[in-house]
């Protein structure tokens, strides 16, 4: 039985408590092979490749082989950076165009500072926070339905170099049906951490130093019994798969290293198609790798500046931007499905684009909505501009848009949240102040809005007439 925990419980764990759990049932190889291939089978996936060379044990934990189905999970949940696989997307009636501060449903003020997202859990949020000097960084826990703080847990790590934009928090938590997942690093260590909702601590993993002009930033993803953990950085690079329950390495793909990388990766699941694992860097450009296994199925070559917005799926194809000094200046769209002698790259778009902000697609349109306000649309089945100009939007910013009720929110820099009609008729609908600068991405559960500012969680609910 769990313990109690109680609200506002703070603890700050010893490294000797967040060691690695060796407890999971193991299975020779033959009985492996043969259960890989009923798995894969069932899944319509080819066998070839399931028994990766990088596995450094003789062994495979039995619960990656019988949970390759999703957990059973709440519609109304949001459990990684953008939501589902990254989408952006998502439904909830009756919320709100514009506000005011005294709508809000609460307002919690977080005792650390950061650009985390927030991610939600059933009755829970959880979100990443730190101190100034970033020596303490913080994972939080949030009742969904007022705000108040469950738990703290609190991990040890050195200040690091930051861009005047980055925190000490920035990658946003990743959850799955029991546990919560979070990554922070400084020079000297890239921790990967496992919670239960409760709080306690499940694992830890450090993935080496993190070499970066700029700081950490990419967030983890979870895939089935899998946590991925995307490593782009200017040392030694790497995607890592980890398992879920113990934090021990499934796979690892090592990659060429380059300007870090900030973007989280998705998965593309097409009925009858192996699943593909797409990530993106400058050195790597788009990639494409079996995530059961890390092993490499294309890439695109190379970009010429640093990613720092994520990839899309959007109309079939794979959208990245890449950029400097506050603007795109490079996106690409890649087939994932293109045949060897067929051409990979179909898209390139070098004006009106952004950097920071990932792009987010609704009914046949993508929104590109740039670092300093000016968003385009276009239709992915021609890949053309909808509109004659694009569409200036005051502010400048960091957070990605997401797009609730065919409705574009993006929230500035300043701490404006504008909102748009996510159509070839776009409109501003309403400006709503949060009272507090932002450059973290909206999460949308359980029918409301959460905005994470530099200082607090914001939640905006369903109007009382709509309920």
Not at 186 to 202: Q, Y
Not at 213 to 233: E, F, K, Y
Not at 370 to 376: A, F, W
């Amino acid at each position: 039985m769990s313990p109690t925990v109680y609200a506002n419980d703070r603890l700050r764990f010893p490294e000797e408590t967040l060691t690695r759990s060796n407890q999971s049932f193991l299975i020779r190889p033959t009985l492996k092979v043969i259960l890989a291939a009923f798995v894969m089978k069932s899944l319509a996936l080819p066998l070839a490749g399931t028994l990766p060379m990088s596995l450094s044990r003789q062994f495979i934990p039995l619960t990656l082989l019988l949970s390759l189905t999703p957990a059973m999970l709440s519609a109304g949940d949001w459990l990684r950076f953008r939501g589902p696989n990254g989408t952006g997307v998502a439904t909830a009636p009756g919320l709100p165009v514009e506000w005011t501060a005294k709508d809000a449903a609460w307002e919690t003020l977080l005792s650390g500072i950061g650009h985390s997202s927030p991610v939600v859990r059933s009755d829970r949020l959880f979100v990443a926070a730190a101190s100034e000097d970033g020596s303490e960084r913080d994972l939080v826990c949030l009742n969904v339905s007022d705000g108040t703080i469950r738990w703290t847990r609190s991990l040890a790590l050195q200040a690091d170099k930051l861009h005047p934009k980055n925190s000490h928090a920035s990658a946003t938590p990743a959850a799955s049906e029991e546990a919560v997942f979070i990554s922070f690093a400084d020079d000297k260590r890239h921790i990967v951490a496992a919670f239960d909702h409760d709080g306690n601590p499940l694992w830890k993993r450090d993935l080496g130093p993190f070499e970066s002009q700029h700081g950490h930033g990419a967030s983890p993803i979870v895939w089935h019994d899998l946590v991925i953990v995307p490593n782009d950085q200017d040392g030694p690079s790497a995607v890592v798969a980890l398992d879920i329950r113990t934090g021990d390495d499934v796979w690892k793909a090592d990659r060429p290293a380059g300007n870090t990388a900030y973007g989280t990766p998705l998965v593309i699941e097409e009925p009858g198609k192996s699943p593909q694992l797409i990530s993106s860097s400058q050195a790597s450009g788009i990639t494409s790798l079996d995530p059961l296994t890390g092993r490499a199925n294309w890439h695109t070559g190379g970009l010429p500046q640093r990613t720092v917005g994520s990839p899309v799926y959007a109309g079939g194809l794979v959208f990245q931007s890449c950029g400097q000094a506050g603007r795109g200046v490079l996106m690409i769209g890649a087939d994932p499905f293109a045949t060897a002698d067929g051409k990979r790259i179909v898209f390139e778009e070098k004006k009106v684009l952004p950097y920071v902000p990932t792009p987010v697609a609704f009914k046949n349109l993508l929104f590109l909505w740039t670092d300093n306000g000016i968003v385009l649309a276009l239709d992915l089945k021609t890949l053309k501009p909808v509109w004659d100009e694009p569409k200036r939007v005051d502010g400048n910013f960091s957070a990605s848009p997401v797009c609730v009720n065919g409705n574009l929110y993006a929230v500035s820099e300043e701490g404006e949240v504008v909102v748009a009609r996510a159509s070839k008729d776009f409109e501003i609908l309403g400006r709503s102040p949060l009272g507090d600068r932002s450059h973290a991405t909206p999460a949308v559960a359980n029918g409301k809005l959460f905005f994470r500012t530099f200082h607090k969680i914001v939640c905006i609910a369903p109007a009382k007439s709509a309920k």
